[in-house]
């Protein structure tokens, strides 16, 4: 059964055009050309990957964001309470109103007490400040080295400037050094992504950054075997010629240094918008399924490679209205750039309630755990 599963997968006719197969792919000549059993590679490289970011975000991240001003400032803390923690693990996170009620009756608090505990239960739940600014700091450093590894490999090569070039000779192409690790570095990294999704931080877009991870590990893996790597390469500094931006603006926005945050986001959004909503969709895309049909007659991988293109341009489009309605608020309000993504914590509603928090403060302690309370004599509305 596995057998005939496998000989089913690796059929040529699913990943090559007619006349053409794995054969032609065998190293002669002193030529060297992509295996599928390469991508085992990456693997090793996800988890050294999940090491270096280890020590990266406890010797570099944590001394920059004390150098930057980040602090993980007093969150308060949650009482204890079996029934509302039971509650609040089991069944949800926002009770309605008529739960509320009934919570009152269980527990003998007033509404305005559960209500106050489901907003600290959250807040606690919440990542901290520091945690943020460390995620950042390391997709920073990594995105904007491979930027720029990527801009060195191919500074020299011809269908950089030619996109025609990345189909001459398709698909005897040699394999290069410099596009090996290229793509093995690039592979590990998202499947580090991946390994650390469980604990990274959780924003509202979770499931389209899990989708999009899944297509560029799917997209990579598969450019590699039918030998699309000329694409692939292209297609990778395009996505890191931006990332790094966005990154540097969340670091400075969790340092609180506004004016650079929103400078660099209005740089970033431009960038992304020239590179993902044209470049990509209008040159990249247009070589990888416009111009093969004129060299070879489609297949089902050519329709597989070009539908995870589309589902990465889906997501850009996803990401682009994000973007342009935070870059739109900014310049018409001069409102503070702020990740619509993230969620914010919540604030205790009255001076009674901060009269109440200060007690406890002295009486419990507070928790160390992530933002302040910035302003209690507003409610955020939830």
Not at 92 to 112: A, H, I, M, W, Y
Not at 231 to 241: C, K, P, Q, W
Not at 308 to 322: D, E, G, K, R
Request: contains cysteine; neutral net charge; hydrophobic residues 45%.
């Amino acid at each position: 059964m596995l057998r005939e599963l496998s000989d089913w997968f690796w059929e040529e006719r699913l990943w090559f055009p007619e006349g053409l197969g794995w054969a032609d792919l065998e190293d002669r000549d002193g030529r060297v050309y992509a295996k599928a059993t390469d991508l085992w590679m990456a693997l090793p490289i996800a988890l050294v990957f999940l090491v270096i970011r280890q020590i990266f975000e406890r010797t570099v991240a944590t001394p920059l964001a004390s150098l930057l001003g980040v602090k993980d400032i007093v969150r308060l803390k949650a009482p204890h309470n079996p029934t509302l923690e039971s509650y609040y693990c089991k069944v949800t996170k926002n009770p309605t109103q008529s739960s509320v009620d009934g919570l009152c009756k269980r527990t003998g608090f007033s509404e305005r007490h559960v209500q106050r505990w489901f907003r600290r239960r959250r807040n606690q739940d919440r990542p901290s400040l520091l945690k943020k600014f460390r995620e950042a700091s390391w997709r920073f450093t990594f995105y904007l080295l491979a930027f720029i590894a990527g801009l060195g490999a191919l500074i020299d090569k011809p269908w950089l400037y030619d996109l025609k070039e990345m189909w001459q000779g398709f698909p005897v192409l040699t394999l290069l050094p410099s596009q090996y690790w290229y793509y093995m570095i690039e592979l590990g990294f998202y499947a580090s992504l991946l390994f650390s999704v469980a604990s990274d931080v959780k924003r509202k877009d979770f499931k389209e950054q899990i989708v999009h991870h899944v297509a560029t590990i799917l997209l990579i893996s598969f450019s590699w075997c039918v030998n699309y790597i000329r694409a692939g390469t292209l297609i990778m500094l395009v996505h890191d010629s931006s990332d790094y931006f966005l990154e540097s603006a969340k670091m400075f926005n969790y340092a609180g240094w506004r004016n650079a945050c929103n400078y660099i986001f209005i740089v970033f959004a431009a960038v992304f918008i020239i590179t993902r909503l044209w470049i990509f969709p209008f040159w990249i895309m247009y070589c990888t399924w416009v111009y093969p049909v004129t060299i070879y007659p489609p297949f089902f991988g050519y329709y597989f490679f070009n539908g995870l293109l589309l589902v990465l341009q889906c997501l850009h489009i996803f990401w682009a209205i994000l973007i342009v309605r935070i870059a739109v608020r900014f310049l018409t309000n001069n409102e503070k750039v702020d990740d619509e993504r993230s969620d914010k914590d919540e604030t205790d509603e009255s001076e009674e309630d901060e009269e109440e928090d200060r007690k406890e403060v002295k009486k419990n302690g507070p928790v160390q755990n992530g933002h302040a309370v910035h302003n209690n004599n507003h409610r955020k509305t939830e």
